[in-house]
């Protein structure tokens, strides 16, 4: 083994050991909020992943989709019909993300 | 939240006329009725409603019918069945048309309930997770009947355990992902079409009780679009489900050339 690997396992060893002290803090700080306020700060940043990832999805359908009616403007009618639906079957993804968020904000299950 | 329900006089008439009769039977099923509020929920009665509308809709129709002098409404609705039998034959191959019974009827219902939300009177059945569920529910049960009745119930079921093409031995892997692939379609269907008019609903009813003076109305637009999109969706999902279901392996790739906008997304679509 080199001096640089040997280097690099013992730094590796220190950081581990420092950091778990920092995280019984954090534990210690953070038991004021409840799981229901959690669970709401979750299904909010659930959502925001969920549709960023869905349009990023959608807008990759729609640019192959518009550039194939352009290389090929005769099969513009099939190619919207699957363009749209893979826009219906990406955007159903996201909507399921909707239906947790809205449980978690309405129905609220965690609440004592 | 405040309470997201409305009472409407459809619903309550309804629940005049027929309420009592509705409590009795209930009663002699053995099973509770609430004591006060409507022993017909809304979303009951206003499908039952739109029902009959379309019922009466299409009789009057079917009696003005003419071919040599037809008005504007029946060159719409031939145009639409058109695009639907179109689409039956692409999908599901030349056996498509006798399926035009269930497939029409869905589509026409779905509809109706998606823009029934828009309309003042009335509330969207589809945004309650029952009568969604009793669609995805109907179109499971339909194409595994007609599956096994076209092929017969042993090809049937050797089509879960090995596709047509694949070896035997997959089977044991094979099994379980089909099964909960199946499951799972009828779980998308149902999730989908609610969480869309249920989703929009309350984005309407929460920007309106910010500001409900003309902020809520491009999410009318939206809602009048996607209420279009998703019958159509489902009306298109239950189609390649039934192609998938009926198609037998000789004429398995026949079609999938030209226009089809399912059949060669068939594997993909198994959420």
Known sequence: MSTRSILTATLALVALGLV???YAQETAAATGATVAQWSIITAGFALAFAAGLAALAQGRAVSAAVESIARNPSAAGDIRGNLLLGLVLIESLAIYVLLISLILFFLKPFTA | MEKLHHELWIVHAINIIFGPI?????????????????????????????????????????????????????????????GLLGMLDDIVGPKGRRYLPLV??????????NLSGMVP?????TSNYNVTLGCAITVFVYYHYHGIKEQGIGAYLKHFAAPPGAPLWIAPIML??????HVSRVLSLS????????????VI???ASIIPF????????????TSTLQALIFVMLTMIYLGGAVQSEDHGDEHGHGHAPGVAAQPAVQL
């Open chain 2, 104 to 113: 029409g009827t869905l589509g026409v219902l779905i509809w109706a309930c």
């Open chain 2, 214 to 225: 003309v902020v809520p109305l491009p999410m009318m637009l939206l809602g009048l679009l």
């Open chain 2, 22 to 82: 509705a409590a009795a039977i209930l009663r002699a099923l053995g099973r509770d009725v609430p004591a006060h509020g409507d022993v017909i929920p809304d979303y009951l009665a206003i499908i039952i409603f739109l029902t009959i509308l379309l019922t009466a809709f299409s009789l009057v129709v079917r009696s003005r019918l003419s071919v040599e002098n037809p008005g504007k409404l029946q060159i719409v609705l031939e145009d639409a069945l058109t």
């Open chain 2, 191 to 202: 999730l989908r079409l609610f969480g869309n008019i249920f989703g929009e609903e309350l």
């Open chain 2, 205 to 207: 009813l929460i920007l």
């Open chain 1, 20 to 22: 778990s002290p920092v």
């Open chain 2, 176 to 181: 379980p992902i089909e099964l909960i692939s």
């Open chain 2, 121 to 125: 009177g009335l509330m969207a059945p």
